[in-house]
Structures are given as structure tokens and as C-alpha cells.
């Protein structure tokens, strides 16, 4: 239903955004289906077709207010007009969708739409389970986005084991939803600190799993403690290599420290995991330094 992002010369990578999934309806709020979102968004980061592009960056323009961020989160919201969402984000694909719990099993609906194409949407139900790392449900995720024109390149560099427990999809979910909330809030006082009793949990319940590692690290590098959000992220990259989020999030905290040589290793790095021009990720890098006081 898409047209085939290998197979169109002389355009720019795509952009792809992920939005968080929405309890079905029956289906109590709890975090997973921003946990599920932070999963899937993480896989398209190393997505080399299309371009980085991640929910969070544009969380507060999607969603102006706290409001209408948790309703959409919460209460069933019905999703914006993806057409105009697309055109004003300048954002082609969007992958939005609502989970349920089976017993052991998530069971996903995703609806994928094209906004450039302005076809019908591209549907897939999903079964997930926990106890394979992940990687059944990856699998066949990235068997569909083929059949949508969208096959990944670098495969391999999406294939970490993510060990992680219902309990810690759950915690992780809602240490992301106060994550963005503090970016919709915007910065400018102690009290936009973010509460790390979610991060914290995560942690407890799922110590190896990447992608509640360098969450942490984030909302650690939110609170400006860069020690501990190096950490953090040097946890999740232990656990994934190839982890596009700790990669970046290595970069800020040596730009932070002013350490051009190690920022300038995890920009090198983070432009080889996504196939990217090396040279811009040493001018990035120049760029940064040359704004700090």
C-alpha cells in the first residue's frame, strides 16, 4: 500500500513517528502501551531507510497541553487528522495503535498510515510475548513493514535481546509518560524535576533490559545529573551495542562535559549504526561545542 522507500531515487529518507499505543477498549490503563511505544520507536531509530525521528521531539507540538497528552494516553482519544498531522510535521508515516492483555501475551492492533500517498491505512495484528526477548513479535513486525514498503535495512542492528518483564513494560511505560510530560511542560523550575519512582522500579523488576536502561538515562540527563545518566546509558549500550537512544545520549553527556574526543566517538558511532554521513556527525559535534559557554 506504500510505495517502496528503496525504490524512490532523489528523495530524503522518510520520516516515521511512533505514537504511544492506546488500551483497548475494556482494557484498563496501565504503562504498557507507552513501553510498547518506546520498543517500536527504538526499532525504527536504527531503521536505515528512514530518517531519525523520535515522538518526544515532537511530543509538545502533537500535544500543546498535559491534557490532551493524557487523554490520548488514557481515555481512548480519537487519533488526530493524520493527513494535516502529517503536512504540519512534515512526518510521512505514522504508526499508531491500542494493545490488550491476554494473560502472558500482548495483543497488539497496529494501523501504519502513509500521509504522503494518502491511501488507506495498513493494518496488523500482533501477538507479543515476553519471555523471547522480544524477538518473535520483531520478526514478524518487520515482515508486515515489508509488505508496506518499508523493509528494514541493517536488521541486525534491531535484534538485541530486550529481557524485560510485564511488570517492568508497565513500570517503564509510566516513567516514559512522565518523561514527556515534563516536555510538554517545558523547562523552568525545581518542580519540573522529574520523579525517578518509576525509572527506579523499572530497574528493580528488569536490571537487563536496554531499553530501561537508557530511559533512565534520559530522565536522569533531564535533572541535569550527567554522572549518573553516563552510567545509565553505559548500562543499556553494555546490553545493546547498536542502541541508538544510549549512543545519543553518550554524545550529550560528553558535549555536557565538554569532552570533544568522547563526543565525538558516539556521534561517529551513532552515524555508522544508522548509515549516516560522518562527516556531518564531526561538523554536528563542532557545532555543539562552539554553542557552549
Known amino acids: 500500500m506504500t510505495t517502496d522507500i ?4 532523489g528523495i530524503g529518507r522518510p520520516k516515521m513517528i511512533v505514537m504511544p499505543f492506546q488500551p483497548a477498549v475494556g482494557q484498563l490503563f496501565d504503562g504498557t502501551g507507552l513501553g510498547i511505544h518506546f520498543f517500536l520507536g527504538n526499532l525504527m531509530g536504527v531503521h536505515g531507510g ?6 518526544g521531539w515532537r511530543v509538545k507540538k502533537i500535544f500543546p497541553d498535559t491534557g490532551l497528552f493524557k487523554d490520548y494516553c488514557r481515555n481512548h482519544k480519537q487519533f488526530p487528522d493524520i493527513q494535516e498531522l502529517g503536512e504540519q510535521q512534515k512526518v510521512r508515516y505514522w504508526l499508531e ?15 501504519l498510515h502513509d500521509t504522503q500517498e494518502g491511501r488507506g491505512a495498513s493494518e496488523m495484528d500482533l501477538q507479543v510475548t515476553l519471555n523471547d526477548g522480544l524477538l518473535g513479535a520483531r520478526t514478524a513486525f518487520f515482515q508486515w513493514l515489508e509488505t508496506c514498503g518499508l523493509a528494514f535495512i541493517n536488521i541486525e542492528k534491531a535484534m538485541w535481546p530486550e529481557r524485560i518483564s510485564c511488570q517492568g513494560l508497565d513500570c517503564l511505560g509510566r516513567g516514559l509518560e512522565a518523561l514527556y510530560l515534563t516536555y510538554i511542560q517545558g523547562e523552568g523550575s525545581d518542580a519540573n524535576l522529574i520523579d525517578l519512582t518509576w525509572f527506579d522500579k523499572a530497574v528493580d523488576v528488569s536490571k537487563a533490559s536496554y531499553l530501561v536502561q537508557d530511559l533512565k538515562g534520559w530522565a536522569l540527563y533531564k535533572n541535569g545529573e550527567y554522572s549518573l545518566a553516563k552510567k545509565a546509558f553505559a548500562s543499556a549500550l553494555d546490553l545493546n551495542p547498536d542502541g541508538l537512544g544510549a549512543l545519543s545520549g553518550m554524545m550529550f553527556c560528553a558535549l555536557c562535559a565538554k569532552d570533544r574526543e568522547r563526543a565525538l566517538h558516539y556521534s561517529l558511532a551513532k552515524a555508522a549504526c544508522r548509515g549516516e554521513d560522518l562527516e556531518k556527525a564531526r561538523a554536528f559535534v563542532n557545532q555543539k561545542l562552539g554553542e557552549l559557554p
Open 97 to 111: 495503535g491500542s494493545y490488550r492483555q491476554a494473560g502472558e501475551k500482548l495483543l497488539l492492533a497496529l494501523v
Open 6 to 9: 528503496k525504490n524512490t531515487p
Open 50 to 55: 528512514l530518517a531519525e525521528c523520535w515522538f
